[in-house]
Nanobody, 130 residues
Framework: QVHLVESGGGLVQPGGSLRLSCAASGLTARYNVIGWFRQAPGKEREGVSCVSIGDGDGSTYYADSVKGRFTISRDNAKNMVYLQMNSLKPEDTARYYC????????????????WGFGSWGQGTQVSVSS
């Protein structure tokens, strides 16, 4: 059974940084992408960043809104994926979820045609406010 656990969220001032962690367990070899998604109250869920895992080439995807500020990374040995978030803005406030999917691409997972895919964690809250 796939289990994803997010951590690292919190309250930070604008311009600050946070590092989110996603601990994955139970993934089979079919799973090849892990991504970070976020949803703010009253807004649609959006893909933030995705990375290929396992034997994948480590390719990444970033939403335009976070390019240059967020960095996704993986540690295959530890089954961990991280999201380093710098220069945080109030509009980054949301609940952040990690998800894992199989036989997909970073582009297709982060910009999905539908949301009924993969396995999801419970999320971690990120709040950016002065």
């Amino acid at each position: 059974q796939v289990h994803l656990v997010e951590s690292g969220g919190g309250l930070v001032q604008p311009g600050g940084s946070l590092r989110l962690s996603c601990a994955a367990s139970g993934l089979t070899a079919r799973y090849n992408v892990i991504g970070w998604f976020r949803q703010a109250p009253g807004k649609e869920r959006e893909g933030v960043s995705c990375v290929s895992i396992g034997d994948g080439d480590g390719s990444t995807y970033y939403a335009d809104s976070v390019k240059g500020r967020f960095t996704i990374s993986r540690d295959n040995a530890k089954n961990m994926v991280y999201l380093q978030m710098n220069s945080l803005k109030p509009e980054d406030t949301a609940r952040y979820y990690c998800a894992a999917d199989w036989e997909t691409t970073v582009q297709d997972m982060c910009v999905p045609k539908h949301w009924g895919f993969g396995s999801w964690g419970q999320g971690t809250q990120v709040s950016v406010s002065s």
